[in-house]
Nanobody, 121 residues
Framework: QVQLVQSGGGLVQAGGSLRLSCAASGSDKTINAKAWYRQRPGKQREWVAH???????NYANSVKGRFTVSRDNAKNTVSLQMDSLKPEDTAVYYC???????????????WGQGTQVTVSS
């Protein structure tokens, strides 16, 4: 069993920055990666970025070059630094614990509570 607690988020103007954090507790030996997803109003939840236990990262094309995912192993946290934010980044952001296999991320049934990010134009 893994519990994920998120912090951060808020409202910023276009071009601004925000940082999200996700603190993990508990354990599941099958978990080897964590990821960030987001859900825009009226749309399906979408994958944003992931990071493996070994530190391998990948990003959705929509955020590549603007967002950075990182880990703090001592604190068991994963962060998402969001720069050059755009109005279309407005969404509820969720962290997830899952599996990284052959370059792909497969979400597990462990989700943070979600945090609102709003970017004004």
């Amino acid at each position: 069993q893994v519990q994920l607690v998120q912090s951060g988020g808020g409202l910023v103007q276009a071009g601004g920055s925000l940082r999200l954090s996700c603190a993990a507790s508990g354990s599941d030996k099958t978990i080897n990666a964590k990821a960030w997803y987001r859900q825009r109003p009226g749309k399906q939840r979408e994958w944003v970025a992931h990071i493996s236990t070994g530190g391998t990262t990948n990003y959705a094309n929509s955020v590549k070059g603007r967002f950075t995912v990182s880990r703090d192993n001592a604190k068991n946290t994963v962060s998402l630094q969001m720069d050059s934010l755009k109005p279309e980044d407005t969404a509820v952001y969720y962290c997830n614990a899952g599996l990284y296999v052959n370059g792909n991320y497969y979400p597990g049934n462990y989700w943070g509570q979600g945090t609102q990010v709003t970017v004004s134009s």
